[in-house]
């Protein structure tokens, strides 16, 4: 089986590599902003990638993120009225509950997307130099931090972040894009862990003789993806169908993102630390969210 590595995009959206658009926007802010809780939204309970351990932590939609959310918005709302801005924040999917398409298409379905690839959020409407300084700040002044593989900044200074250090604290603000690395990187390892787990060595090899009786041959199903010509339509390709089509028949999405739980849940259990100071934190921010919405509203 080949290793699983990053394919040329062509609408599939990695979850592994989602960090990568993690910019100093408030919409990314917005839309990075969940938490793993008990009140978590309803979803698909048959969706094979719902209980993936950290996409629980890092991206599946609850109500404390969407209190969070509207925080974070009004805070950043009044902070750039109070310097002559009218500030419309940009879209954020925390109530979206999608696929993080890991093993390729996942469905050809209309309604559910042929990817299973988010849709991509707007960005705020840039206007001038000094709407963006209110917002961001100091372009010179930022504060950051990596892992393995990526260095991620967020502005030092401005409204935006102004409205973060409100939620989180002045330490916990830091500590948040620290930790959000270190759970970035254990869906990294993961996935490499996936890659030498027997069971899921077998179940894609049952997949790829499924593909070579109907004609197609690819090790696996990113590598499928990723060696399609670029702007290949997924939904109308007949490799893509077939891939769809063998993953039904031998339970592929099910079993792989099965199997993936299990290499996250070994990691959430090696690093018990940074797991549990993530969920304090957003259980602090949850608190403070409920203080600012609880003010607004009155």
Request: aromatic content about 6%; hydrophobic content about 35%; proline content about 7%.
């Amino acid at each position: 089986m080949s290793p699983i590595r990053p394919r040329r995009n062509i609408g599939i959206v990695l979850l592994v590599l989602l960090p990568l658009a993690l910019v100093a926007t408030a919409a990314w802010a917005l839309s990075g902003r969940t938490s793993a809780s008990p009140e978590s939204s309803a979803r698909p309970e048959t969706a094979p990638w719902a209980r993936l351990p950290l996409y629980g932590l890092l991206r599946a939609p609850t109500d404390s993120a969407r209190r969070a959310h509207r925080a974070e918005q009004q805070l950043v709302v009044t902070c750039m009225a109070a310097q002559g801005f009218r500030y419309t924040p940009a879209f954020a999917a925390v109530d979206s509950d999608t696929s993080p398409a890991l093993f390729g298409v996942e469905s050809l379905d209309p309604s559910g997307g042929a990817t299973g690839a988010p849709e991509p959020q707007p960005s705020e409407q840039r206007r001038g130099k000094g709407f963006d300084r209110a917002l961001y700040g100091d372009p010179d002044l930022s504060i950051s931090a990596r892992n393995k593989v990526l260095r991620v900044t967020r502005p030092a200074t401005g409204c935006l972040a102004e409205a973060q250090t409100r939620l989180q604290g002045e330490a916990g603000r830091k500590q948040d894009l620290t930790l959000r690395m270190q759970l970035d990187q254990g869906e990294r390892d993961a996935l490499q862990a996936l890659e030498k787990d027997p069971a899921f060595r077998t179940l894609t090899t049952r997949w790829r003789a499924c593909m070579r009786r109907a004609g197609v041959t690819a090790d696996d199903p990113r590598e499928l993806i990723g060696d399609l010509p670029r702007g290949t339509d997924p939904a109308t390709s007949p490799a893509i169908r077939t891939d769809v089509k063998c993953k039904e028949s031998t339970s592929y999405l099910k079993a792989a993102y099965g199997r993936l739980a299990a290499m996250q849940q070994q990691w959430v259990d090696a690093n018990r630390k940074p797991v549990a100071e993530w969920k304090a934190l957003r259980r602090y921010e949850d608190g403070v969210a409920r203080e600012i919405l609880k003010t607004d509203a009155s």
